[in-house]
């Protein structure tokens, strides 16, 4: 039975504090608003942040600077699509480049003729692409991305090592991945995240990634805990979680606990003591 009225205790080796963040507003989004079907518009192929999205990425920036999550996290995974390495570089990159400073930029000027100035990898944590958590794969041209060797040149200090195909090879003109396909493909990208030694970790994602992933979670919780969790994301909307480790999928050892009797003596707990000599009575 638990006694301890729903709170729980894990070993801190065993944890990791995920930051999860929705893109900002694309394009896509303001056009979706009014037809729907202009997702599946080839005019939205991989479709970039608009004006207010850079607008809404600026004041995320301001906030994990404030709270001081840009200075703790130790990696920043982001979606292999314009709109999420934009968001990405934008809130949990350095600032403005500057001549003289030789580090390759997070992003170059303008790209995706955002009109915005070239952001530096100068001090930041590692930036890493992952296919795993992209949006809902087929359909919509918005969710395709472009080719690797298009993306390195705007993106020089992003990782696209675990990108295994140049070109988009996942997604179909003719064929939406089912929620359970997108549940499924986020318990994978998960599960990987064990295979990671960072502790604290940025995500930069998708609105159905998101929710279909994190459906699962919260269903042991009081209600008010599950509604923390699991509701649709807003554009560049921030969420902090504590993912545990409840299997051992994880191989890390604590950095942390210390073991004590350094250097070696007798120990035995009082209470131990005391089952082992039993206080005798006075004499008489």
């Known amino acids: 039975m638990d006694s301890t009225g729903g709170q729980s205790l894990y070993p801190l080796h065993r944890c990791k504090t995920l930051h999860l963040v929705r893109h900002a507003q694309g394009i896509h989004n303001v056009a979706g608003e009014k037809n729907h079907d202009a997702y599946s518009s080839y005019g939205f192929f991989d479709a970039k942040l608009s004006p207010l999205g850079w607008k809404q990425v600026h004041n995320l920036r301001k906030h994990v600077q404030a709270c001081g999550i840009s200075k703790s996290i130790e990696l920043v995974i982001v979606s292999p699509l314009l709109r999420t390495m934009q968001t990405a570089v934008g809130a949990f990159g350095g600032e403005a480049c500057t001549d003289g400073v030789n580090v390759p930029p997070l992003m170059v000027a303008n790209t995706g003729n955002s009109g915005h100035p070239a952001i530096s990898s100068l001090n930041c944590p590692p930036f890493v692409a992952v296919e795993l958590c992209r949006e809902r794969l087929g359909v919509n041209a918005c969710d395709k991305r472009r080719s690797i060797r298009e993306y390195r040149p705007l993106f020089p200090a992003i990782d696209f090592s675990l990108v295994e195909n ?18 499924d493909r986020g318990h994978k990208f998960l599960k990987w995240l064990w295979t990671r030694e960072e502790k604290e970790i940025a995500i930069v994602t998708h609105s159905a990634f998101l929710f279909q992933t994190l459906k699962a979670f919260g269903n042991d919780c009081h209600p008010v805990v599950k509604n923390e969790i699991c509701p649709n994301f807003a554009n560049c909307e921030l969420r902090s979680m504590v993912f545990i480790d409840r299997s051992v999928m994880g191989s890390a050892s604590s950095t942390t606990n210390y073991p004590g009797k350094i250097p070696h003596g007798l120990d035995l707990p009082s209470d131990l003591a005391t089952e082992k000599l039993p206080e005798k009575g006075l004499a008489n």
């Open 166 to 183: 140049d070109d988009d090879i996942l997604w179909t003109p003719d064929i939406r991945e089912t929620d359970e396909d997108v549940a």
